[in-house]
């Protein structure tokens, strides 16, 4: 195992997924960061902007030294991502975006959905999808990690035994999600207003038009092979941090309901970072915050045959940012998985 | 139009709903409240147990003056709630009855669902299930008002339209509920307790098996004449107040999705606590909380045919419980249906 | 009585006290809105601005019918405001301006704090500051109210009868006072974001420099006839609504503490919109949200002779704002002064 | 400096402050946990109680293997703890109390404030107060070391420097500090019922009352070598952790304000959990939340000579309770004393 150190560059620091990224590796004991970017705050320190204890300095894109890194980490919005991604490459870094920019196969899918063309069409053959749970060996040796999204990672780890055992009977799960306001990033806006949030629920980009949809169907189409949809509903929650799917499925007839939480247990019962909850506890948003857990149930319902439902928990800026960035870059430099994660 | 004053007694006003009854009785101009019971704060008044202006004096069951009232509101727990009832009726007064008691036509469901004999069987042949939107002209007659549950107050009203069109392509609604901490009442839990509700999301009775599903399976039954189904998920929010269902139908291949808003908003375009969101917005809590409204809106599935969703949005303690229970008592005694809930 | 109808216009509808004067004004059986003016949605209804049940057309300013209203109500920044106003009292109307513009008699404490001339100051001698419990009689025949601001509302109410009673032992009041955000106004900015105020408290503008110093400095030594400074701490708090001033206060070593809950309670006897609680319980936000009353509570300080301290709550969207700007309109227009406001 | 590690067993495991304990000796490279107890889930796993990934078995205070553990923290009720720690000490360990019970010197002030005598009078000589800025060499002997409370070392660190230097023109501090739920506890009574904190903010034992008065005048008496006083209202806010305390001092003329903010960052310098910030920010809860740092601010206030105020934050479960509790730990083992802490 690497007991060495490696140095870090992060594009983005003064976001949410920034900070979080901070707030672990000063826990991590193999990291050194050397840089800390920020366009808009260059100049100042790290604490200056966010109510952190850390004094890092911030440097505008063009002062970042990035031939003096091992890994950088892009917290960049999509489409200003991708070519700093690809800056840090040329200049010998690896790489872990943690915008969209590189998690959808298709270029016309990206131009499609993220409304102008994809700025670096030429890297996206290389680019692993950082999902540990189901690319961990190509993980190790990649040189562009996509870093998935939190909707994605929430709904794909809930039904990835189901798809893997070929046990749903029509290829359509339905997906009702909510998430807590730091995944909205902290640019304010009208719907990030504290007034406006607080003591609400609100759904948004409902109707199969939110764009972490492309990205959920191409990986659960990938587990099965043929084209799985996903009705997907996110809500705004009143939290700051924080998700939680609830998953409907019908399974095939014959398929019983009672035995799927042991499988879930089985399949994940080797992941460090998949808790599979035992019969009779229900996932909250409460189990996951704040961890690296993906945190699922799973249930039986009753006299609605081959109906099964699953809970599926994260905390956003963890598991579903910054936390599974981490995980992957301790896999791409040889750490244990769970360095500087528990 | 009656412009009387009617006279009022309330059991269990120091809840959440018999505190929110008191609240709006005091803008309603025909109304003046006789009574206000609560069993173990007896002799105190209504202003010493709860952060409220009012200073009714509170009494004990038997010292309350059943002869003296018109109405009486009964905001006890179900089970203890059935007995009161029955002695308000044989008082000579008018009930409107706030908890499940008299909602189940069938004992047997009752027995089942409650785990307890149902405590006053003859009476559920006249009791009327008061929700205005279907049952307006029985509600005017009824001596005996069963006011709804709060999810199958903003579930029902979520698809009535669906269902009166006869548009399922299968007789299965999916609905998942989202729930202030006020409906889960007063009395200190753990499950309610602030820090464990705070920053979290919790689904709870999941998997078919909440009091609520035979209220809602039978509604939705009656409106269709056959039997339909209710996957129902009921999750607490870390909010007072206000509740959402998520609702995903299923319509035969030729009904098109373009027009269900029109069609919605003309069933409900004469109902003064319904409104149908124009096409573009969505409902959210926000928009429901402190009135007596469902707010509904009806969206569009791209790319998923026959697929349907609707968010119905209601203030728990209002339009799903003491609000409503108003709404019956104007329409029972005569008034205009809005006094004193606008 | 007055038992007619007037005809009301309001400026800035579309921010929280805008918002909440229209949702106050919609019980009172007097008021007919004729115009509600918002510049930047011209042209929208409210309801497509803000998740109410109010479908009022919104005009630009110069398209608002000023010849047709009885009172203008202005809920515009200060600056603004002073010019629409004097517009409104050119074409006839009365006018209760909620921003801070009339509040400070010196022009010259005027420039000083809001950094410009005052725009308007050959009004600033016939306006009257519009707090009900001190100046009621010169409310009723004024052109023009200056409505308080929120904190000095909750602090004047909060130590008027220790100044009356000339009870201080030196001239200072130390209020530390927190408030909901909708204080702050629904513009975003960074300092009002979810993720920012949620699970935080944060002190702003403390040291004697928060612009509503001036305003209470001057409304305390009005009382006293002589300078009285107040040492100011505002904090935001992470709820929606509401604001509590806890005071401190010595008095000269002769009063008794034991007295003032009687004599607070005396002195507020008449006052409608004034709640003193009884010794033994203490005001908290939830007693004065969603309410007009200033809810007080006074409290002995054991073994630090001379020493008092007095807990004042206000909802800053209702006594604090717009409840207490319909308040001024009642007395304006000679109608019950609690009208509307149940 | 120590590499080994130490066995630690805890007593109330399943509380807010234990399960914060458990949480932050997971991530402490030489803490290993040889028993948590919890008399009323005896038999369970910690995360069978609470929503944290630690399977650790819980068992009644009999079964704990007392002769195993190197220290034993204790996180039981006032009068339950003390005896407990005295069995621990009795069984050859160290132990650190995050109770009440060994906090007070005088055994009389102790009976008079919690209502019952001393149940273990003959140790409270030998214990030591564990605020590390304060008494760090005493620490690192200590067989008991009673962990301050949270309100007193938020008001102590606040303060310390002016008494060091001292510059009080008064005996007298005004704290007014407002804390998050968790510090009341997890069990349920309706003062922590969401929607009874929720949207509000409510001050409590206010007027010289608190518990923690007779602790925090103990401690400041102790520095000064005089009685000092404190005018302390805790507030209940609604968030889950984190505390605010608001301080007003008068000094002495002579002293100008201007120079305190380095004179406190001088006095703070080697401290590794106390941090000042520069002058010009405002130290909030945000800053404190989830990690083991007090986060102090320094103001002058204009034209109010000899007036100075302190904001300082702190986690009340983790500076404020478990943290230092680890801190203490750290300094006892001869750990370097932020070792699991950052």
């Known amino acids: 195992m690497n007991d060495s150190v490696i140095h870090i560059g992060i594009f983005g620091a003064t976001g949410y997924t920034g900070a979080e990224l901070v707030r672990w590796l000063a826990r991590h004991r193999r990291a050194h960061i050397v840089f800390a970017h920020s366009e808009s705050n260059a100049g100042a320190k790290?604490?200056?902007?966010?109510?952190?204890?850390?004094?890092?300095?911030?440097?505008?894109?063009?002062?970042?030294?990035?031939?003096?890194?091992?890994?950088?980490?892009?917290?960049l919005p999509h489409g200003a991502s991708a070519s700093m991604c690809q800056?840090?490459?040329?200049?010998?870094?690896?790489?872990?975006?943690?915008?969209?920019?590189?998690?959808?196969?298709?270029?016309?899918?990206?131009?499609q959905w993220y409304a102008h063309e994809h700025p670096a069409p030429h890297l996206l053959a290389e680019a692993v999808y950082g999902l540990p749970e189901r690319y961990r060996t190509r993980i190790r040796n990649?040189?562009?990690?996509?870093?998935?999204?939190?909707?994605?990672?929430?709904?794909?780890?809930?039904?990835?035994?189901?798809?893997?055992?070929?046990?749903?009977?029509?290829?359509?799960v339905i997906a009702d999600s909510k998430s807590g306001v730091s995944g909205a990033g902290r640019k304010p806006t009208l719907s990030t207003h504290?007034?406006?949030?607080?003591?609400?629920?609100?759904?948004?980009?409902?109707?199969?038009?939110?764009?972490?949809?492309p990205e959920i169907e191409q990986e659960l189409s990938a587990v099965c092979g043929s084209a799985v949809k996903v009705w997907f509903s996110p809500h705004l929650l009143p939290i700051s941090r924080g998700m939680l799917s609830m998953i409907y499925v019908r399974l095939t007839p014959e398929a019983s309901c009672d035995h799927w939480q042991q499988r879930y247990a089985q399949r994940y019962a080797e992941e460090p970072f998949v808790r599979v909850l035992p019969q009779g506890q229900i996932s909250t948003i409460a189990h996951a915050a704040h961890t690296n857990y993906a945190v699922i149930s799973v249930h039986h319902v009753a006299d609605l045959p081959g109906c099964l439902q699953i809970v599926s928990c994260i905390d956003n800026l963890v598991k579903g940012a910054s936390g599974q960035a981490i995980q992957n870059m301790n896999l791409m430099f040889g750490f244990d998985e769970t360095e500087g994660l528990q």
């Open 46 to 75: 790290l604490s200056d902007v966010l109510p952190v204890p850390f004094d890092l300095p911030l440097v505008a894109a063009d002062d970042a030294p990035l031939h003096k890194v091992d890994v950088v980490f892009s917290c």
């Open 87 to 111: 800056r840090a490459l040329e200049a010998g870094a690896r790489v872990i975006d943690l915008s969209a920019d590189f998690r959808l196969r298709s270029t016309s899918a990206y131009a």
């Open 142 to 172: 990649a040189r562009l990690v996509a870093n998935p999204g939190c909707y994605p990672t929430s709904i794909v780890l809930g039904v990835l035994p189901l798809l893997e055992a070929e046990a749903l009977a029509e290829p359509l």
């Open 194 to 213: 504290f007034v406006e949030v607080n003591e609400s629920l609100a759904p948004y980009n409902i109707g199969h038009v939110h764009r972490h949809v």
